[in-house]
């Protein structure tokens, strides 16, 4: 095996676009070293994005990819699943991306059950439009459009996507590169709707405002902040406040959708033979 993935890189796409300290990269690395250890070829894979920071992933990889519109990253990923089921399917999102504009196809991709990889890149917050706050933007931290503290309850992305029926759900940070790219490559190995949350830092549009401004700085928070699932379900209420579980919360083996599908679709035809 080949362990370089640059090899996966449109090189002629570089230097990226990402702020100095951005996490994306970090990301972007744990994904091709995860699909470099599966041993995919380039063809067989399909990455589509939305818009944001995070969304700039498809720019630079040398697979079949596509950009597409805010939040829109799922439909046009389940259009191409159920076009070719054959192929790798992943959708790279961020925070806002997928859990605001996006959130109903976040949903309904989960309850589908239908086979795409979803990775999504929670920096918390919008970097690319000027730091509003998002979705998954802890209460209490600041943001542009909350110059006073965020006073909305953040979602529990992780906890969303378990219990609205996806295969496999885990949320790791950037801190921890190893445990990203273990979760990513048993992803991309599932039958069925998977799901990967990652943690990362935005020292720029999150860090500044909330007095992390240097990317050191927002990486120690992260993991401060970031507490092994089997150690949070021993800790109170209390010590939970402001803390986030990581770990692998969920790996079930149901019926995939575009199999089901299929299934379906073969009785109705051979129904209509024997008529």
């Known amino acids: 095996m080949n362990n370089d993935i640059t090899q996966y890189f449109r090189k002629e796409m570089f230097p990226h676009i990402w702020c100095p300290g951005c996490g994306i990269g970090i990301v972007l690395g744990a994904i091709l070293r995860a699909i470099n250890s599966i041993g995919w070829e380039k063809d067989e894979i399909v990455m589509i994005s939305g818009i944001g920071c995070s ?8 697979f079949n990819t596509m950009n597409t519109t805010h939040g ?27 859990a605001a504009i996006g959130g109903n196809h976040f949903i309904h991709s989960a309850r589908r059950n239908i ?3 979803a990775i999504i890149i929670n920096n918390m917050i ?6 509003q706050y998002s979705p998954l933007t802890p209460t209490g931290r600041y943001g542009t459009t909350a110059p006073y503290g965020n006073i909305d309850q953040s979602f529990d992305l992780s906890a969303l996507a378990a219990s609205a029926g996806a295969s496999y759900v885990a949320r ?3 801190f921890d590169v190893n445990q990203c790219t273990r979760f990513i490559k048993k992803a ?6 998977s799901v990967v949350e990652i943690i990362s830092d935005c020292p720029i549009s999150f860090g500044r405002i909330n007095q992390l401004r240097t990317p050191v700085q927002m990486l120690e928070w992260i993991k401060s902040i970031s507490v092994p699932q089997k150690t949070w379900e021993k ?17 079930l083996n149901i ?3 575009t199999e089901r599908y299929k299934e379906i679709s073969m009785g109705v035809q051979q129904g209509r033979k024997e008529k």
């Open 235 to 251: 800790l109170s209420e209390d010590e939970k406040e402001g803390k986030i579980p990581t770990g692998e919360f969920l790996d």
């Open 72 to 98: 829109r990253a799922l439909p046009f990923a389940t259009g191409i699943k159920m076009a070719n089921p054959d192929l790798k399917v992943i959708a790279v999102m961020g925070d806002g991306d997928c």
């Open 115 to 117: 086979d795409i990889t």
């Open 172 to 174: 790791s940070n950037i």
């Open 126 to 131: 919008y970097g690319m439009t000027g730091g």
């Open 188 to 193: 991309l190995l599932k039958k069925g709707f």
């Open 255 to 257: 019926p995939e959708y």
């Open 55 to 62: 969304s700039r992933i498809t720019g630079y990889v040398d």
